[in-house]
């Protein structure tokens, strides 16, 4: 967690509120993009390689799918509003002079572990849990990453795209 979110949390949320809306600007500009090129390949004729005219593409489809991508929830990203909501009480405590100095996450590790080292809670063993957590969920970002190259290949071999790797 950085100095500037414990000193300025409402800038932070305004920050992140922009930084979202800009993420969905481009997801709107990478949408209009993708448009356009299939209004461009239908306007010239779209034949390739071997004169094949390709089938009219279906705006519908991908419009159905960027909504549903955009509507859907991610756990990860819902787990750090989580975190950030935890660390908001806890800033509040804080400034009545309570719980200074503890220990914090700075990810969502799930509902039932706790945002930061309470009175009476072992440090220790809550740092070693922490550490243990961190871990499966790097193990967890891994098969995701792997899953997702597999995808992407797949893709570029569907598409005909050819990489020196």
């Known amino acids: 967690m950085s100095l500037s979110w414990l000193f300025f949390p409402d800038r932070v949320v305004q920050v992140e509120h922009e930084a979202e809306a800009v993420g969905h600007q481009l997801a ?9 090129v299939q209004d461009w390949i239908q306007h010239h004729g779209g034949r390739s390689s071997n004169g094949a005219i390709p089938a009219p593409l279906d705006r519908s489809a991908s419009d159905a799918a960027s909504a549903a991508m955009l509507a859907q929830s991610s756990q990860w990203v819902d787990g750090e509003k989580k975190l950030k909501k935890k660390l ?3 800033y509040e405590k804080q400034q009545k002079g309570e719980l200074l100095g503890v220990p914090v996450l700075t990810r969502w590790l799930g509902d039932d572990f706790p945002a930061w080292v309470t009175p009476g809670m072992d440090e220790q063993q809550w740092r070693k849990d922490v550490a243990e957590k961190y871990k499966q969920m790097r193990v967890e970002e891994d098969k995701w990453k792997e ?3 597999k ?3 797949k893709r570029e071999r569907d598409l005909g795209i050819t990489t020196a790797r």
Do not use: P
């Open 28 to 36: 709107d500009k990478a949408l209009r993009a993708e448009h356009n």
């Open 151 to 153: 995808i992407i290949d």
């Open 147 to 149: 899953e997702m190259q």
């Open 88 to 90: 908001t009480e806890l």
